[in-house]
């Protein structure tokens, strides 16, 4: 495997300014047209759409695009929220002069929408209240049809984790069935997915330069509709993949398993000009360039019907991710071929500080303020309340988790800022923004101690098909150096006015175990009492499916962390979490994990449940029955079936082992511990899993998350024995994930153990 020789990309601040730089930035992108006139402005060049209301911080998509499109000097306003019932709030601002970008927003607005369960939620943690039903389903196909309505021969480009994910035909969970691309269905020109400041800031200067968006088919980390008579088709060498079981290949299929060598990563076999494919004597096959190879998948009216097959697309396109050695993929939609350029190049270190120092005002927009001017009231946005105090040192992430969808988002390779980016951002947020205590409640990523962490050499790294560097096992090329991590906490805990910094991202446990000083500086310095941590599992079942280490690295960690927290004097604690109903999780996979947290004391207050979010490898599984990390195959002897958790009952019975503990799950339990043959674990004895008594109950359980969806019930009283036992947690004692802590402390000043909606690393 060679890599693609990757032209280095025009760095985003060598762009010529747009003429409109002249304005310079404003305090906040505009939402209505009394601020364009403050601004003197007369038109929009870009007008962004977007699902979540507007905040201009560097955690939220419409600000991080926006504010880079003004960089470049375009005029950008943005349209949160409109009521999409008709095409009028899609004219608040006019008509842009170069595009709309509409994107849902920060979430795919089906998860931001539906509970697991399907069910909907009444909530929406990026709304003014978290108000729910501010943004409709399938928010980016309803929003670009009113774009269309409002101004109809103004270029629409779609991004964002809904386009991303949906940019190929995708199993979609809620309507159980394959739907067609997200450009297809939309009709938009474009469709740009990843982090998409480059794919953006091109598209914006082309377009200024009055080339048609039609013409715009050679931007990394965009999508679009190849016209039959397009010129620029021209040259491209085909790889038929639309079936499987062929004879041939479409690439050296590599196991993730496999450790690669280094020469085998470094070698560069193939030849400089395009030539086509000749079979050599021994059988090997001299393959095209890869910058001019595109692989065909198989077509949406294919994998539409036919599981296997998207499969195998699943899995064609997660081969394709690495931006050093990705091809074009191309799919067949009708009588049309949808196009998807390979992903976009990471952005280097300086333009990521050059994204996170542009001028956010680190606040929600002002026509959010309650009566009294604040965001602290009835208008308070819960997302920013989460991020508010919290700092993004990096993107992207290696662990490849395959019910995830950041690895097939943000890519792979860590794109980290400089430490000097960082340590300026905690100082603006401590003396700009309100209500600061002295308190980061983060600084972190996808993934807490990833910063800086790559694999040791650039040629190994763009050459690599591995979906993960850190499973099976760590790699043996990935440098594991924590040292610019632990350097940067250093710096930030000694600034004046800091305080505290806590690690409020999830941890990659397994890659923390290889640094103990990191482990030891962590765990001293920045756990508000206690770190959660997400095992997901104990079973090698499903973690295999999950890509996720086995529960002897969480033994291993937990050892560190509490001899750290010992020695630091501290008491403090690990609570991992896990995830039921995983694709490959057997009912004797739940029960064993279920007396592996009875052993361990954990009661689980919160479960999460499998949701098959569009695109993850995990969801392919679900969909299919089949493994797409051990190859797709008809013939039943090869590859590898798995056992999907479908219906509702086994969903709540997977539920139910997570929550052992809950009355209300011991009918059923016991139920399928007599089924299974395991009515040993029934009984009144602490080795038992569940008792043979049943109290009177209170009929339900409602997780953290459920709160938020259905109007809470009142509190059940605490029993007066128990109530004072939750503040202080002995050792030994039974602990909850969620209650029965010691409250953390977090920036924002609230007491309480959870931080409702931050995902735990996964
Ligand atoms: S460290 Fe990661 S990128 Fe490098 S060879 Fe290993 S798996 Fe591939």
């Known amino acids: 495997m060679s890599a693609l020789p990757v032209t280095p990309p025009k760095a985003l601040t060598a762009y010529r300014p747009f003429w409109a730089k002249r304005f310079g930035p404003a305090p906040f992108l505009p939402m209505s047209r009394a601020e364009m006139e403050q601004l003197g402005w007369d038109s929009c060049d870009i007008i962004i759409v977007t699902g979540d209301a ?29 009521d999409w019932n008709s095409a009028d709030a899609f004219k608040a601002l006019g008509r842009p002069n170069l595009f709309f970008g509409v994107a849902a927003g920060n979430m795919d607005s089906m998860i931001n929408r ?19 039903g501010k943004r409709p389903d399938r928010a980016t196909l309803v929003y670009t049809q009113r774009c269309q309505e409002a101004f109809k021969d103004v270029p629409i480009v779609i991004g964002g984790i809904e386009a991303s994910l949906r940019r190929i035909a995708h199993y979609d969970y809620w309507q159980d069935k394959v739907r067609r691309s997200v450009l297809v269905d939309s009709k938009a020109d474009l469709l740009v997915y990843g982090n998409a400041e480059r794919a953006i800031v091109e598209i914006a200067h082309r377009l200024a330069r009055r080339e048609p968006v039609q013409s715009l088919t050679d ?7 190849r016209r039959d008579d397009d010129p620029s088709a021209e040259g491209w060498f085909e790889l038929d993949s639309t079936e499987v079981d062929r004879p041939g290949r479409i690439d050296e299929l590599i196991s993730p398993y ?32 890869r910058e001019r190879t595109v692989v065909r998948l198989p077509a949406y009216e294919q994998v539409k019907s036919d599981p296997v097959l998207y499969a195998h697309a699943n899995r064609v396109l997660h081969l394709e991710t690495n931006p050093g050695n990705a091809r074009a993929l191309v799919q067949r939609h009708g009588d049309r071929d949808l196009w998807i350029n390979p992903p976009p190049i990471p952005l280097t270190t300086p333009e990521m500080d050059h994204v996170f120092d542009l001028p956010y005002a680190r606040a929600p927009h002002p ?7 604040s965001h602290d009231g009835a208008t308070k946005i819960p997302a920013w309340e989460m991020i508010r105090f919290s700092v993004n040192i990096m993107r992207g992430c290696f662990g490849g988790c395959t019910f995830c969808s950041i690895t097939e988002h943000e890519g792979r390779i860590i794109q980290s800022r400089s430490e000097d980016s960082v340590i300026r951002e905690i100082e603006e947020m401590r003396d700009k923004v309100k209500g600061f205590t002295g308190i980061v409640s983060d600084l972190g ?12 050499s650039p040629e190994i790294e763009a050459a690599c098909r591995k979906p993960s560097c850190v499973y099976p096992g760590i790699c043996p090329n990935l440098n594991t150096d924590h040292g610019p991590l632990i350097k940067m906490y250093r710096r930030a805990r000694a600034l004046p006015g800091v305080k505290k910094i806590l690690i409020g991202s999830g941890l990659r446990y397994d ?30 079942g499903p973690l295999s499916k999950m890509m996720k280490p086995g529960i002897g690295t969480y033994d291993r960690f937990k050892q560190m962390f509490e001899a750290a927290s010992a020695a630091a004097g501290k008491k403090q604690y690990l609570i991992p979490y896990f995830i039921a109903a995983h694709p490959g999780t057997s009912d004797e996979d739940m029960m064993n994990l279920a007396v592996w947290l009875k052993r361990n004391g954990f009661r689980a207050d919160q479960v999460q449940t499998f949701y098959p979010s569009p695109m993850a490898t995990a969801t392919a599984m679900y969909h299919s029955g089949r493994n797409p990390l051990k190859g797709i195959s008809r013939d039943e002897s090869r590859g590898e079936k798995v056992d999907i958790v479908r219906g509702e009952r086994r969903r709540r019975l997977h539920k139910a082992f997570l929550r052992y503990h809950d009355a209300n799950n011991w009918p059923l339990l016991r139920e399928a511990l007599k089924a299974m043959g395991r009515a040993d674990l029934i009984g009144n004895g602490k080795h038992h899993l569940i008792p043979s008594y049943q109290p009177l109950t209170d009929g339900g359980y409602e997780s953290a998350r459920r709160k938020n969806s259905t109007p809470s019930k009142p509190a059940a009283k605490a029993p007066a024995k128990t109530a004072g036992r939750a503040a202080t947690p002995r050792p030994g004692q039974v602990l909850t994930q969620h209650t029965g802590l010691p409250p953390r402390v977090t920036g924002s000043g609230r007491g309480g153990a959870g931080r409702p909606g931050k995902p735990a690393k996964r």
């Not at 507007?54 to 409109?82: C, K, N, W």
């Not at 990523?445 to 040791?456: L, S, V």
């Not at 923390?512 to 962590?522: D, F, I, N």
């Open 54 to 82: 507007y905040v201009d911080h560097p955690s939220f998509g419409m600000a991080v695009i926006g504010r880079t499109l003004e960089a470049q000097g375009f005029r950008v306003g943005i349209i949160a929220q409109p």
């Open 367 to 373: 026509s959010y303020a309650d009566e009294n001017g």
């Open 511 to 540: 890659l923390a175990v290889q640094s103990p000083e990191y482990v030891k500086e962590l765990v001293t310095h920045h756990v508000g009492g206690y770190l959660k941590i997400a095992p997901e599992h104990t079973e090698q």
């Open 114 to 132: 539906y509970t697991a369960d399907r069910k909907i939620r009444s909530d929406d943690a990026y709304t003014p209240g978290g108000e729910g």
């Open 445 to 456: 990523g996808p993934t807490a101690n990833m910063y800086r962490i790559g694999c040791k």
């Open 258 to 289: 496999q450790i690669i060598d280094d020469k085998a990563c470094a070698s560069n076999d193939e030849p400089d000009a395009p030539k086509p494919i000749t079979l050599h004597k021994t059988g090997r096959i001299s393959m095209p360039p």
């Open 219 to 225: 931007i990394r980390g965009t999508a679009f509709m």
